[in-house]
């Protein structure tokens, strides 16, 4: 049994002439020139945990040689001389932000045992825990020698892509995970077999960040507060807030990240107008907006969590909008207006919709907010996604059970079309003197997509339904990360924009 045991280890000076063996029989149809004993020992002398090799039985019979660069001094057009510093490894940077792949062999009476797959994974972890953003490579493309009268270079790298051809290289890095970037010509000049083209290939770690201040690091766990808001008659814009405030204190009290309001949950004080129409009442409630929005933000700094205040309607050029803010807890704000206006609402109300979209950055990740009826648009949601979308904020209002399984099942969806999590939250109860909202139907919620990492169900957590109540709930945004690249489906890599495309007609954001 101890003479078939296989190990990873990090490669020794004493394991250079059975590497030069190696190169010699795995390179024998370039020339066979193993690496020179002073390349080895520099190397090892700049950076020993990137030099690898595979044993078996104790024979090293595998090995992998990587150095760190900082990437955008060298550009997708580099030779390997230059990636090298002809072999000087001049190029070599602590700081840099790939690991640069120089060379990868497996001794040829060994190559069953898929050795070359756990030199891969071993990268893949050093380049991980080192946090860096990639791993590249020039990959050769031995095989293609023998279809260079038939095609192109690019024309045989797809049709191996496609599994319709073989190359004992390229096809090995694809099954692990690279993909190829681009062709480079020139790159080993010598490779007759390759017609001294090279794929540059890579693979993505999906855990990498931005350097960025330590302090302001972006979290994986972010903790959602949802508030099912009881709808009754509200006297006054200070009780309002007396109210708000308790559940934003509720809420800081268990660390929430960001609080979620259902949309226009001031409606109680319609009552205080009287005989005016409802569209008169939702005029003179729009004139309290500024009040609650300079408060809310005032909360979210005393309280140190983002406030995403439901929606407010606001009046603006003699037009009425459905807005909802986003008041961050460094006290910046954002807004975000309804552009999907629902029958009802320009019936009774005569509001307008909006017409920009875009994700926001937050201390927790990126997030989408979308007010009730435009979650039923999956164009929206998609055009946030490809923005870096990961939590997407649904305040809404709805009279009853019909009406609220439409935003409950399309935002379900919109989680999992999206690889994103979706938080939901409406109010409840009966305002019997407010005309065009008098009754209200909610179950608050948080949707997940629908994978392993995540529960069988989708839902993280939920209120009881058509009561009030607060909600937390915590998601992993490293689940989302992994989802992306390895996940059963991957929905948003798989889309085939050849064949459709989803265009942002409308002003942008920052117009």
Not at 161 to 189: C, E, M, W
Request: contains cysteine; charged residues 25%; negative net charge.
């Amino acid at each position: 049994m101890n003479e078939e045991l296989i190990e990873v280890r990090n490669l020794r000076m004493e394991d250079y002439e059975q590497m030069a063996e190696v190169t010699r029989r795995c390179y024998a149809g370039i020339g066979g020139l193993p690496w020179g004993l002073q390349h080895i020992g520099k190397l090892l002398d700049l950076f020993p945990e990137g030099q690898l090799c595979v044993t078996v039985g104790g024979k090293p019979v595998a090995f992998a040689l990587a150095i760190i660069v900082d990437y955008p001094k060298f550009g997708d057009a580099h030779r390997y001389e230059d990636i090298t510093g002809k072999l000087s490894f001049s190029t070599f940077d602590r700081d840099g932000d790939v690991l640069y792949g120089l060379d990868m062999m497996v001794d040829p009476d060994y190559r069953n045992m898929r050795l070359g797959g756990r030199l891969y994974d071993a990268r893949k972890a050093l380049c991980e825990n080192l946090g860096l953003r990639a791993i590249i490579a020039g990959g050769r493309i031995p095989g293609y020698a023998d279809h260079a009268s038939q095609m192109t270079p690019k024309e045989y790298i797809a049709r191996v892509a496609q599994k319709d051809l073989y190359d004992p290289v390229l096809s090995f890095q694809i099954a692990n995970g690279f993909h190829v970037r681009k062709v480079l010509t020139g790159y080993l000049h010598f490779d007759t077999e390759s017609k001294a083209y090279a794929t540059l290939i890579e693979w993505n770690n999906i855990y990498w960040q931005p350097k960025t201040d330590l302090h302001k690091r972006q979290r994986s766990l972010v903790r959602i507060g949802l508030v099912q808001w009881q709808m009754r008659p509200i006297e006054s814009l200070e009780s309002l807030l007396q109210q708000t405030e308790f559940y934003v204190d509720a809420m800081g009290a268990v660390r929430a990240d960001f609080l979620l309001l259902p949309e226009l949950f001031h409606m109680g004080m319609m009552a205080r107008f009287g005989d005016a129409t409802p569209a008169q009442a939702i005029r003179h409630l729009a004139d309290d907006t500024p009040a609650i929005c300079d408060r809310l933000s005032q909360l979210a700094v005393s309280y140190n969590i983002n406030i995403i205040a439901g929606s407010l309607p606001l009046k603006e050029n003699g037009k009425l909008y459905n807005v909802a803010y986003l008041l961050r807890r460094d006290g910046s704000r954002e807004e975000q207006r309804k552009i999907h206006i629902t029958p009802g609402e320009r019936r009774w109300w005569g509001m307008v919709g909006g017409n920009q979209l875009r994700a926001f950055d937050t201390d927790c990740g990126k997030i989408g907010i979308l007010i009730c009826y435009d979650s039923e648009f999956p164009e929206l949601p998609r055009i946030l996604a490809d923005q870096g979308m990961q939590i997407l904020f649904v305040p809404f209002l709805t009279e009853m059970k019909n009406g609220y399984q439409r935003v409950r099942l399309c935002t379900r969806a919109r989680a999992i079309e999206n690889e994103c999590y979706v938080a939901i939250a409406g109010a409840v109860g009966s305002l019997p003197k407010v005309q065009a909202s008098d009754t209200h139907y909610a179950q608050s919620a948080v949707f997940t997509p629908s994978d392993y990492a995540f529960p069988g169900d989708s839902i993280i957590n939920e209120a009881a339904p058509n009561a009030e109540a607060l909600m937390v709930a915590e998601v992993n945004l490293d689940l989302l990360r992994t989802l992306h690249e390895h996940g059963t489906v991957t929905i948003l890599k798989d889309r085939l924009p050849e064949l459709y495309q989803l265009r942002w007609n409308g002003p942008e954001a920052n117009d």
